[in-house]
């Protein structure tokens, strides 16, 4: 019998030498927490407990799976697939917490520890995937299903991990193979060095102001913020404003110094073009490795191999959706711009100076002024009524209490890794305890850009777990004892993230490994965004929208502007997503021979840009290629389209919900049943026929965005 046994031995002897000393009691990661829910317990886990835990995990797991493939009895459903969705728990403990805190809280060490191991857990994969034995006794199982009578859930289980093993290469031939962990090791290496890269250079843009009065424009809390963040790096005298992980910064709606929005817009745009944050050399590779990756696989392209797991099926799905919305978008954005144009020509003879060309940096700037005229109120004068606490208390927990009858407790008896995290306790409508939420929202320079939600442990009926969960932002951290009062914006990524976290909380499956949000990225963002519909439901909105110091509620009249204001500047928001994401499909699109040298990185956006006809100066794409972690770092490779396919699905389920009554409990708890507690239990596009009756259509998107017409 060919296996590969004696190769998982030589891997568990290498680690075993390594982590000696990985039976210490005082590891705190090699014991299931003893918290409620099993929730990591911050306050004991050190840095140098990583390392051994992780050679730990991958020890105990290599034991598992060699055992499986060692069992005497022929291959079934529990001896094989149920026995492989069981091993692993150590090394899946581990990994969701060490990947969380190294998103939210790197240091140098813990960016060594993912140098590391980044390779090495993606050769403990491939030892897995690619092992001859287990694969037949897969096989085996796989090709005696239709005799199994396993139930629809089982039957999912058995099917997604026959593809895995499929997709990762177990028919390929052993020289193939060979080459394959190469290839896998390449990319987690350089995945890992870009991402590192980002935060680096991310760090390091953020922009010195010497003169307060620069910084006209800004709020006294922000002004007070950035002082303190100069302040905090030693920079006396100084203001600094961090870089946001996009390439619009929020701050240039504000400022009212174009030059020093010029300064802001250029660090953002230039970060890893040089120096030693230098990521052009590395996406290249990554590419590079990627498409020969795919073509050894059988895939014409790396976007191939991902769409094909994935709701879209084929890059040319994916494209065709995005390109439906190219002329409505770039022609509103157009328009857009011009009401712009006309309003800085009108300043500049009314102060008897020279006009100048709409420009990226200026984009805000103005775009805010023709959004005040146009519905008469600024951010300043709204965002009292959008304290935090507030937003989350009664408006993101008010609307999951209305919908799925869940109820919120503050837990301050459980430990946190910073002061500022905060953790809840979520129980059901019958009362009963269903999961942990943290709570971790301010930005800080060891934090990873933009924001999400991760799962620190998963729900799995099988393992006897409920989800641990946590919603990630970045705030800007006020100065002490002034309130946190946020953009609209912000109070929308509230909602989005926590419907992720719902996705997690609400599932309800037996399986860990189909869990959750454990579905393709072209779904996974439909319940986020979905949810987002209640942050400008008028009652939500009238529920948490109140004074942060009267207590009174927004008045109606600037509530009625707030949410008429959501469709606005939708060209701009709508053409640099998608400029965005076909910027994605077209790098993964590439065979290996075609990939561009380093140095032709700008000409190649460029030239993707223009021939996708989203080439328009004054609208830069979200994330240029060099900081477009999404895709070169995170699951997101040739699936930025994803936030756009997903949101169809979002925005029909929102039709649907209106026409049945809107915000209600029979809503929820149907939505609940048919897609937010099912995980991967069925195919994507089932779970969404199963609620909506029929395929995705994209008029209430277009509605939703005011792109219909006009």
């Known amino acids: 019998m060919r296996i590969m046994l004696a190769a998982i031995l030589a891997i568990a002897a290498v680690i075993s030498a390594h982590g000696a000393t990985t039976t210490m009691s005082d590891n705190p990661l090699l014991q299931p927490s003893t918290l409620a829910y099993q929730m990591p ?85 491939d030892a897995i995937y690619l092992d001859h034995a287990l694969w037949q006794r897969v096989e085996a199982v796989y090709a005696k299903r239709a005799s199994l009578k396993l139930d629809p859930e089982s039957s999912q289980l058995l099917s997604r991990y026959h593809a895995h093993f499929v997709r990762a290469g177990a028919r390929l031939g052993a020289a193939d193979q060979a080459r394959l962990r190469e290839l896998n090791t390449k990319i987690a290496a350089l995945t890992t060095q870009f991402g590192q890269n980002v935060l680096k250079a991310t760090t390091e843009g953020a922009v010195a102001v010497d003169k307060v009065t620069d910084l006209d424009g800004m709020s006294a809390a922000q002004v007070s913020a950035a002082a303190e963040a ?58 590079r490795v990627r498409a020969e990756r795919a073509a050894l696989l059988g895939y014409p392209s790396h976007a191939a191999y991902m769409l094909e797991d994935e709701s879209a099926q084929t890059p040319a799905a994916a494209r065709d959706l995005l390109m439906q919305v190219v002329p409505a978008a770039v022609g509103r954005a157009h328009a857009e711009a011009a009401d712009q144009q006309k309003l800085i020509d009108a300043q500049a003879a009314a102060s008897g100076t020279a006009s100048f060309t709409l420009q990226p940096w200026d984009w805000s700037f103005y775009s805010e002024q023709v959004r005040k005229a146009r519905y008469d109120f600024d951010a300043a004068q709204v965002a009292p009524y959008f304290e935090l606490n507030h937003v989350v208390q009664d408006g993101v927990f008010y609307a999951a209490h209305e919908l799925y009858g869940l109820t919120f407790k503050e837990r301050k008896d459980l430990p946190v890794y910073r002061p500022d995290v905060r953790v809840f306790e979520v129980f059901d409508a019958d009362g009963k305890g269903l999961a942990l939420f943290i709570a971790d929202y301010f930005a800080r320079d060891n934090k990873q850009g933009g924001a999400w939600m991760n799962a620190y442990v998963e729900q799995s009926r099988l393992l006897g777990l409920k989800a641990v969960v946590s919603n990630n932002l970045n705030i800007p951290k006020p100065a002490p004892g002034q309130p946190v009062l946020l953009s609209f914006d912000e109070v929308t990524a509230l909602f989005h993230e926590f419907g992720h976290a719902l996705h997690g909380m609400l599932s309800n499956v037996e399986y860990p490994s189909l869990s959750g949000t454990e579905t393709p990225p072209d779904f996974v963002e439909y319940p986020s965004q979905f949810n987002e519909m209640w942050a400008r439901e008028p009652k939500v909105v009238a529920h948490y929208a109140h004074h942060y110091q009267s207590g009174e509620a927004m008045p109606q009249a600037l509530l009625a502007k707030v949410l008429g204001a959501q469709q606005f500047d939708e060209g701009y928001a709508t053409t640099e997503y998608v400029a965005a994401a076909l910027l994605d499909l077209s790098w993964y699109e590439l065979p290996a021979a075609q990939v561009p040298a380093p140095a032709e990185v700008p000409a190649f956006e460029v030239a993707a840009l223009k021939a996708a006809g989203v080439d328009y100066a004054p609208v830069p794409p979200r994330y240029h290629s060099t900081y477009f972690h999404h895709i070169f770092d995170d699951d997101y490779s040739a699936g930025y389209y994803a936030y756009f396919w997903s949101e169809v699905f979002a925005r029909d389920t929102g039709a649907w919900m209106h026409a049945h009554g809107g915000l209600t409990r029979a809503n929820g708890d149907y ?34 965005r005011g792109l219909t017409g006009g």
């Not at 110094?257 to 010029?262: T, V």
């Not at 048919?674 to 029929?694: C, D, H, I, K, W």
């Open 41 to 125: 317990p911050f306050n004991r886990i050190r840095v140098t407990d990583y390392a051994p835990a992780f050679e730990a995990g991958m020890r105990e797991q290599l034991r598992e799976v060699a055992a499986i493939v060692h069992d005497p009895h022929p291959p079934d459903f529990q001896n094989t697939i149920v026995a492989l969705d069981r091993s692993g728990q150590l090394l899946h403990r581990v990994s969701f917490i060490f990947d969380e805190l190294n998103s939210n809280s790197s240091s140098p060490q813990m960016e060594a520890i993912d140098t590391e191991f980044a390779p090495r857990r993606s050769a403990h994969q």
């Open 671 to 704: 939505l609940r049943k048919t897609v937010l507690s099912r995980g991967r239990t069925a195919e994507p596009m089932q779970l969404f026929r199963n609620l909506y009756g029929q395929g995705p259509q994209i008029g209430p998107l277009l509605e939703y």
């Open 230 to 287: 100069a302040q905090a790096r030693g920079l006396k005298g100084q203001w600094l404003i961090p870089l946001e992980n996009t390439t619009q910064q929020s701050v240039l709606g504000q400022l009212t110094n174009r030059a020093l929005r010029e300064r802001i817009y250029r660090a953002s745009v230039q970060r890893c073009l040089g120096g030693d944050a230098d990521n052009r050399q590395v996406l290249t590779d990554i590419v």
